[in-house]
T-cell receptor
């Protein structure tokens, strides 16, 4: 397909486990963004990449969160030692400029 | 720093009635403004955007928004809503790549 894809769409994990969330952007889009959306709130910025370079990670809540985009295309957001407060919708977006195109999101539930 | 305030969390309206969803922002620099829509069980979709030029922007499905710099507002309007417009609407501002979202307005169109 031509849109942004994310996998898995749903992830249920136990507290303390590590999870990896994947984002496959639109082909050719230079920039890739990660957001987190709590229930009843708007998405909040986590981090973004231009090509493979992480330009801003100021939104990552703590050092359990990390992201990479090693070849400038697919990106992985990793959460180590998950906690219940990490439960949220994680959204990825890619853009060739100012308009961001969002994927369907990954719903993470930490039990 | 920038922020977005969506004054109404829930807006119920009858079919074919007009609607206005309010959005105010604060930023110390020039911004780009966006409205995104999230239909039930779907991802975020761009509805319309203001980058420059005419302060009145329109979407293909009858929504419009007007950028008012003096009032720092970007309210979304539609003269006659349909049942299919039921969704959550997010206002967002961007000045340096990342988007800052409001908390969203749930528009419910009643028959």
């Amino acid at each position: 397909g031509a849109g942004v894809s994310q996998s898995p769409r749903y992830k249920v994990t136990k507290r303390g486990q590590d999870v990896a969330l994947r984002c496959d952007p639109i082909s050719g889009h230079v920039s890739l963004y990660w957001y987190r959306q709590a229930l009843g709130q708007g998405p909040e910025f986590l981090t973004y990449f231009n090509y493979e370079a992480q330009q801003d990670k100021s939104g990552l809540p703590n050092d359990r969160f990390s992201a990479e985009r090693p070849e400038g295309s697919i990106s992985t957001l990793t959460i180590q030692r998950t906690e219940q407060r990490d439960s949220a919708m994680y959204r990825c977006a890619s853009t060739p400029g100012y308009e961001q195109f969002f994927g369907p999101g990954t719903r993470l539930t930490v039990l | 720093a920038q922020s977005v305030t969506q004054l109404d969390s829930q807006v119920p309206v009858f079919e074919e009635a007009p609607v206005e969803l309010r959005c105010n922002y604060s930023s110390s620099v020039s911004v780009y403004l966006f409205w995104y829509v999230q239909y039930p069980n779907q991802g975020l979709q761009l509805l319309l955007k203001y980058l420059s030029g005419s302060t009145l922007v329109e979407s293909i499905n009858g929504f419009e928004a007007e950028f008012n710099k003096s009032q720092t507002s970007f309210h979304l309007r539609k003269p006659s809503v349909h049942i299919s417009d039921t969704a959550e609407y997010f206002c967002a501002v961007s000045s340096a790549r990342q988007l800052t979202f409001g908390s969203g307005t749930q528009l419910t169109v009643l028959p």
